[in-house]
């Protein structure tokens, strides 16, 4: 690897992108090229998670003082002033994105309203410290968007998601909610979460799992194995219609090029033929990261 130095720093979006294709790890978060513009639909998630963090936090704040909770008016203010930050306004469906925001808003008060929830933090960052050896340390990290305490005396985590909820399997395989989990435990010394939730706020959906101490033992095993086959890596490429679809750098990618079996594309990749399995380290006129 004469280009780049082997990643000493994960998160789940770093496995995840790993996972779906290593080409695409390499040039997003080793060479760090610059990514395209965020889809709206992911520009659209952030402004509702900066309106749904804002609420929480005002309410919690207003609690300490013995001030009555945040109203509806107050979650629109917070959503407005995160949408008029993005990009969206300026989308050709601007209005429609706008449009799908406000049933999400009256749900998320609605639930809100509905129950007392003792909040004890938003956007939460972690550090999970992972020996490989006994000179190797990597760091895995991440920021959970919500940590509510329960009547037992637990916690549990939530994570925000807008658009389609996803089936109760899909939750209980999430390795997204099985690190969180495990930072709660090992990292913010909060202890094991009594359970993990994806709450989706389009549906007002709460899709919740449970990961006992020995599972959280198993994904700390299963992390420290990911970070060394990243470390170890040649970061060839997996071609997929799932990972090239969503690629930022399908135009660097001769696999991907090839397969779109235009001239034009297939001298776009000049010289990055990895079909053979080529090595990072024979990538030209890569950038070296910062």
């Known amino acids: 690897m004469d280009l780049v130095r082997a990643p000493d720093w994960f998160s789940y979006s770093t496995l ?13 978060y080793l060479c760090r090229l610059p990514a395209e513009q965020a889809r709206p639909a992911a520009t659209f998630g952030s402004a509702a998670h900066a309106a749904f963090e804002a609420f929480t936090r005002d309410r919690r704040q207003r609690s300490t003082r013995g001030e009555q909770p945040p109203g509806r008016v107050d979650l629109e203010r917070w959503f407005e002033s995160a949408w008029a930050a993005t990009s969206l306004p300026a ?4 209005e429609t994105w706008r449009r799908r925001a406000e049933p999400m808003l009256d749900g998320f008060w609605a639930a809100e309203s509905a129950v007392h929830f003792d909040t004890f933090g938003e956007e939460l960052r972690f550090r999970l410290r992972l020996p490989l050896d006994p000179e190797t340390l990597v760091v895995v990290s991440g920021f959970i968007d919500r940590i509510d305490r329960l009547p037992s005396g637990t916690v549990e985590l939530i994570d925000y998601k807008t658009g389609q909820a996803c089936a109760p399997d899909e939750a209980e395989s999430s390795l997204q909610l099985s690190i969180y989990a495990l930072a709660c435990r090992d990292s913010l010394g909060l202890g094991r979460p009594e359970r993990a939730t994806l709450y989706f706020v389009e549906q007002d959906r709460r899709v919740s799992v449970v990961r006992t101490d020995a599972a959280l033992d198993t994904v700390r095993t299963d992390l420290a194995a990911r970070a060394r086959q990243i470390r170890g890596s040649d970061f060839a490429p997996t071609p997929s219609p799932r990972s090239c679809g969503w690629c930022d750098f399908a135009a660097l ?23 053979d399995g080529d090595s990072i380290s024979r990538w030209p006129a890569l950038p070296t990261p910062l």
């Open 16 to 28: 995840d992108t790993f996972e779906r294709c290593p080409r695409q790890y390499a040039f997003r």
């Open 91 to 94: 989308e050709p469906e601007a």
């Open 253 to 275: 990618c001769p696999v991907n090029a090839l397969a779109a079996g235009s001239p034009a594309d297939q001298t776009r990749g000049a010289g990055l033929d990895c079909r």
